[in-house]
Every structure is written in structure tokens, then in C-alpha cells.
Nanobody, 124 residues
Framework: QVQLVESGGGLVQAGGSLRLSCAAS?????MGWFRQAPGKEREFVAA????????KYADSVKGRFAISRDNAKNTVYLQMNSLKPEDTAVYYC????????????????????WGQGTQVTVSS
């Protein structure tokens, strides 16, 4: 069982930046970030394979967000720039146990472990 702990959420003005971190208690493969806004379904944001170079992004965040990972620290990061009020949501970290170095998943059903979530609020 892998435990995931997110940090870095908070309140920021539109146009600002935040960096989310997710520390895993063990080795993981594809890791992703999802978000859920009030009254909406959870949606994919970004994911990165264990390789670190294979990534996927939702169209809504391309060019503004960047996902990265440090395998030595079992940690994944989400750098969020040019934040918009519509980015307001609870952000969840997820990890897959499928042992593939290059695969990166964007479907939440492909992830086995989830963090507790961290709130990101962007004010206009």
C-alpha cells in the first residue's frame, strides 16, 4: 500500500502561481494530478510516467502547468502558473502500481492510490 500526501495548496490571486507537491511512501510509476471543483466531476489535469519525460496534460492547463517528478524522493510536483479562477478546485494526487517505466495515464480508473486532496483557490 502506497500513501500519498499532497501539500502546497492555498489562496492566490488570478495570474499568480502555486506549486503542489505529492510525496509517496513507496515506489510508483505513472503519477497524476486530478481536480474537482464544487458541483463538478473530478477531472484529469496532468500526469507523468516514471521516466519523467513522458507527460500528458489536459487542454485547459497546457502551457500554464508543468508536471515533474523526483524518483529519488518519490515525489511529484505540479507547477501552476497564470492561474485563473476556473482553476479553483481540490487537487488530488494519484499513483499507479502498473510497472511500466514509460506509460502515463489520464484516466482516473488507471490509478490505484490517491491522496487526501489539497485546496487551491484562485481569486479574481
Amino acid at each position: 500500500q502506497v500513501q500519498l500526501v499532497e501539500s502546497g495548496g492555498g489562496l492566490v490571486q488570478a495570474g499568480g502561481s502555486l506549486r503542489l507537491s505529492c510525496a509517496a511512501s513507496g515506489r510508483t510509476f505513472s503519477m497524476g494530478w486530478f481536480r474537482q471543483a464544487p458541483g463538478k466531476e473530478r477531472e484529469f489535469v496532468a500526469a507523468v510516467a516514471r521516466s519523467g519525460s513522458d507527460t500528458k496534460y489536459a487542454d485547459s492547463v497546457k502551457g500554464r502547468f508543468a508536471i515533474s517528478r523526483d524518483n529519488a524522493k518519490n515525489t511529484v510536483y505540479l507547477q501552476m502558473n497564470s492561474l485563473k479562477p476556473e482553476d479553483t478546485a481540490v487537487y488530488y494526487c494519484a499513483a499507479s502500481s502498473e510497472a511500466n517505466y514509460y506509460r502515463v495515464f489520464s484516466n482516473e480508473y488507471e490509478y490505484d492510490y490517491w491522496g487526501q486532496g489539497t485546496q487551491v483557490t484562485v481569486s479574481s
